[in-house]
């Protein structure tokens, strides 16, 4: 079946400018995960929703960064004001969610560039 | 901080040798779990060891989990070209909030020449 899909792939913007980033998850999963990664590091938690909760935004870094989650599917990351360290590769995941599920399913992420 | 430290950062074999990495972390977890990367780009589960088991294999993958020392090691037998990627310890949370959240290590990344 179809796995996470992400858009747009690939994403070059200029430093002040708001970019979204979207996220499908695969159908079904309650839980979605947004990650960032920075060049040659590891997977840094921004911000995760499960079902009807209130999201937990703990990893957000700033205020710029928000992201909502629409009829409990499709995902939007929004950055506003872009600044050149939010350059990174964008990483979401879904978990189908239940009391005894944790293996997370990546997609294959946004790459941002903010020049 | 990120939960989770892998041990060494870059591993170079040859095909056919074993490779073993390390994870440690800090606080208690419900589960661990071992993913792969390639090319940067979206991760892989390979496995999962949970809080109360020690070892676990999955085809050529060994993963033993030591909960005293907060440390996991991951081995991959009889390795190959197609093996080389990143590999990313995550650490899990049950509970509240942090249900299902992971922590990632920094990855270690393994190179398997021909």
């Known amino acids: 079946g179809a796995g996470v899909s992400q858009s747009p792939s690939n994403k070059v913007t200029e430093k002040g400018k708001d970019v979204e980033l979207r996220c499908d998850p695969i159908?079904?999963?309650?839980?979605l995960y947004w990650y960032r990664q920075s060049l040659g590091q590891g997977l840094e938690f921004l911000i995760y929703f499960q079902g009807n909760s209130a999201p937990d935004k703990s990893g957000l870094p700033s205020d710029r960064f928000s992201a909502e989650r629409t009829g409990g599917s499709v995902s939007t990351l929004t950055i506003q004001r872009t600044q050149q360290e939010d350059s990174a590769v964008y990483l979401c995941a879904s978990r189908r969610g239940g009391s005894d599920v944790y293996e997370q399913y990546f997609g294959p992420g946004t790459r941002l560039t903010v020049t | 901080s990120q939960q989770g430290e892998e041990d060494p950062q870059a591993l170079s074999i040859q095909e056919g040798e074993n490779a073993t990495m390390n994870c440690s972390y800090k606080t208690s977890i419900n589960n661990l779990q071992w993913y792969r990367q390639n090319s940067g780009r979206g991760l892989v589960h390979l496995i999962l060891i949970r809080s109360n088991e020690r070892e676990k294999h999955s085809g050529r993958l060994r993963v033993t989990l030591d909960t005293s020392k907060k440390s996991s090691s991951l081995l991959i037998t009889a390795s190959r070209a197609a093996d080389t990627a990143s590999y990313f310890c995550?650490?899990?949370?049950?509970?509240?909030?942090?249900?299902?959240?992971?922590?990632f290590g920094q990855g270690t990344i393994l190179t398997v020449h021909p």
């Open positions: 159908s079904g999963h309650t839980a």
């Open positions: 995550a650490t899990g949370l049950a509970g509240g909030t942090s249900y299902g959240k992971l922590t």
